[in-house]
C-alpha cells in the first residue's frame, strides 16, 4: 500500500515572536547608529587631526591639507567635512597656494554635521 502525502505545508508562525524579532533589529539598528552620532559628536573645533583620525578615517576626492572629507570608520557613507588651522607651519607656500602638507598636531577650525553620501575613492 502506498501512501500519498499532500504537497500542502502548514506554517505556524507567532505573530508576536515576529514583531518581537522585528523590534529587537530595529533596536539594534537604533542603538547604531546613536554609538556612531556619539562618536562623531565627540570631535569639536580645537581638538587634533590625531583625535579626528581615531573616529574618521580620509575621503578620496579634491582635498587640500587643510580641508577635507572624512567618513566613519565603522560606516563609510557617514562623512563630515572639516576645515584645519595648521600647526608650526604658514597656510601657504611661498607661492600663495594652500598647504598640501597634513599634520596629526593640526588644530580642527570647523567640523560639519555628520551626513550621509556615497563613498568616494581615488
Known amino acids: 500500500m502506498k501512501f500519498i502525502l499532500p504537497l500542502v505545508f502548514v506554517l505556524t508562525v507567532s505573530l508576536p515572536a515576529v514583531y518581537a524579532q522585528e523590534s529587537n533589529v530595529k533596536n ?5 547608529i546613536v554609538s556612531i552620532i556619539k562618536q562623531t559628536s565627540a570631535i569639536k573645533p580645537g581638538m587634533t587631526r590625531a583625535d579626528l583620525m581615531k573616529v574618521f578615517e580620509g575621503e578620496g576626492g579634491l582635498s587640500t591639507g587643510l580641508r577635507r572629507t572624512y567618513a566613519s570608520r565603522e560606516c563609510p557613507y557617514i562623512k563630515v567635512d572639516v576645515e584645519f588651522e595648521p600647526v608650526g607651519r604658514p ?3 611661498q607661492d600663495g597656494r594652500v598647504t598640501l ?3 596629526d598636531q593640526d588644530l580642527i577650525k570647523k567640523i560639519s554635521k555628520p551626513y550621509l553620501d556615497w563613498s ?3
Not at 539594534?28 to 547604531?32: A, E, M, P, Q, V
Open 101 to 103: 602638507i597634513e599634520d
Open 120 to 122: 568616494i575613492s581615488d
Open 91 to 93: 597656510e601657504r607656500d
Open 28 to 32: 539594534d539598528r537604533n542603538g547604531w
